[in-house]
């Protein structure tokens, strides 16, 4: 994608973050999902095939849309077609909204409202959190954060940088399936197969990516970058997701915390290794030293995609 577009994209998600007012992809992807669901569990015994099935319908007609679109404002007009490209890149980068969301769970972690900091919070991420205390609900906030740091945030800009709207869409749709079907309960373990490795397959690179970058984020932003680079290498690894580990395992030694722990899902605890070291205790400001990090890694990869492809396109 031509640089100067994605930044531009990149400053509206800025500016915009995800308004209300305007219509959303991903929302159109999700209808999608729930839409074809039930007609392919019920024409398919077989439910990873049917799994399957739903994957490449939702990567066909969310690919083969896009396209479409950027075509048709090319053709009425190449400022109507640069719009467009904007429009859909920028719909596809949600940091603004990471921040917006977690800085939400913040507001009440520091007015005392344990309560509304757990709704909040169970609003951005998958466990359960109604039995969080104080420590859990930062733990948990800086983690998605984190985490999302790859997937919403350096992923989408990644596969702009590679390969345009079309290419970044077609992540968001894979990423939007593994969250709504790539689960491991009764209900999605074999429907929900294809998209939970798909989703695993495309952030293998930009996980890894967002983990280095944070590493080299931390100097900037007043963190200790060596010892992000000694947990990532150490700990990265750890949990049973491919990807998660590196963006979390770099921001835990950046931030000189301890993430993972015990957490509930679905009812049932489960037992995650531990990412960095307890040299600190889970505080706000470790919060706000998370925000710094996602800021100055995101610049870092977007000055990274300019450098490497502005000499294709000037």
Same mark, same amino acid.
């Given at each position: 994608?031509?640089?100067?577009?994605?930044?531009?994209?990149?400053?509206?998600?800025?500016?915009?973050?995800? *308004?209300?007012?305007?219509?959303?992809?991903?929302?159109?992807?999700?209808?999608?999902?729930?839409?074809?669901?039930?007609?392919?569990?019920?024409?398919?015994?077989?439910?990873?095939?049917?799994?399957?099935?739903?994957?490449?319908?939702?990567?066909?007609?969310?690919?083969?849309?896009?396209?479409?679109?950027?075509?048709?404002?090319?053709?009425?007009?190449?400022?109507?077609?640069?719009?467009?490209?904007?429009?859909?890149?920028?719909?596809?980068?949600?940091?603004?909204?990471?921040?917006?969301?977690?800085?939400?769970?913040?507001?009440?972690?520091?007015?005392?409202?344990?309560?509304?900091?757990?709704?909040?919070?169970?609003?951005?991420?998958?466990?359960?959190?109604?039995?969080?205390?104080?420590?859990?609900?930062?733990?948990?906030?800086?983690?998605?954060?984190?985490?999302?740091?790859?997937?919403?945030?350096?992923?989408?800009?990644?596969?702009?940088?590679?390969?345009?709207?079309?290419?970044?869409?077609?992540?968001?749709?894979?990423?939007?399936?593994?969250?709504?079907?790539?689960?491991?309960?009764?209900?999605?373990?074999?429907?929900?197969?294809?998209?939970?490795?798909?989703?695993?397959?495309?952030?293998?690179?930009?996980?890894?990516?967002?983990?280095?970058?944070?590493?080299?984020?931390?100097?900037?932003?007043?963190?200790?970058?060596?010892?992000?680079?000694?947990?990532?290498?150490?700990?990265?690894?750890? *949990?049973?997701?491919?990807?998660?580990?590196?963006?979390?395992?770099?921001?835990?030694?950046?931030?000189?915390?301890?993430?993972?722990?015990?957490?509930?899902?679905?009812?049932?605890?489960?037992?995650?290794?531990?990412?960095?070291?307890?040299?600190?205790?889970?505080?706000?400001?470790?919060?706000?030293?998370?925000?710094?990090?996602?800021?100055?890694?995101?610049?870092?990869?977007?000055?990274?995609?300019?450098?490497?492809?502005?000499?294709?396109?000037?």
């Amino acid at each position: 994608m031509n640089p100067e577009l994605l930044l531009l994209a990149l400053a509206l998600d800025l500016a915009l973050g995800d *308004p209300r007012y305007l219509h959303h992809p991903v929302v159109f992807i999700g209808s999608l999902i729930t839409y074809l669901e039930m007609p392919l569990r019920g024409l398919f015994t077989h439910q990873r095939l049917a799994g399957m099935i739903l994957v490449g319908l939702v990567l066909l007609i969310s690919g083969s849309a896009t396209a479409l679109l950027l075509s048709l404002g090319d053709w009425l007009h190449p400022w109507l077609g640069a719009a467009v490209a904007v429009y859909i890149a920028f719909t596809t980068i949600a940091l603004r909204q990471l921040h917006k969301e977690s800085a939400e769970v913040i507001r009440c972690v520091v007015a005392d409202d344990l309560v509304g900091a757990r709704v909040a919070l169970a609003l951005i991420v998958g466990r359960e959190t109604a039995q969080l205390d104080r420590e859990g609900i930062l733990r948990a906030c800086i983690e998605t954060v984190a985490e999302n740091a790859s997937d919403g945030v350096i992923a989408p800009l990644f596969y702009l940088f590679l390969g345009g709207p079309v290419l970044a869409m077609l992540y968001k749709a894979a990423n939007t399936l593994d969250s709504m079907v790539g689960y491991l309960d009764d209900r999605y373990r074999e429907f929900g197969w294809a998209a939970a490795r798909l989703d695993d397959l495309l952030n293998l690179l930009p996980a890894r990516l967002t983990g280095l970058l944070m590493v080299l984020a931390a100097f900037p932003a007043g963190l200790n970058g060596w010892a992000a680079l000694k947990v990532l290498l150490r700990d990265a690894r750890k *949990p049973s997701s491919p990807n998660a580990g590196f963006p979390e395992a770099a921001a835990a030694g950046a931030l000189g915390v301890q993430l993972g722990g015990p957490a509930v899902y679905f009812g049932q605890r489960v037992e995650k290794p531990t990412l960095g070291d307890p040299d600190r205790r889970l505080t706000v400001a470790g919060y706000q030293a998370m925000i710094r990090l996602l800021y100055m890694t995101t610049l870092l990869m977007t000055v990274l995609g300019v450098l490497l492809t502005w000499p294709i396109w000037n």
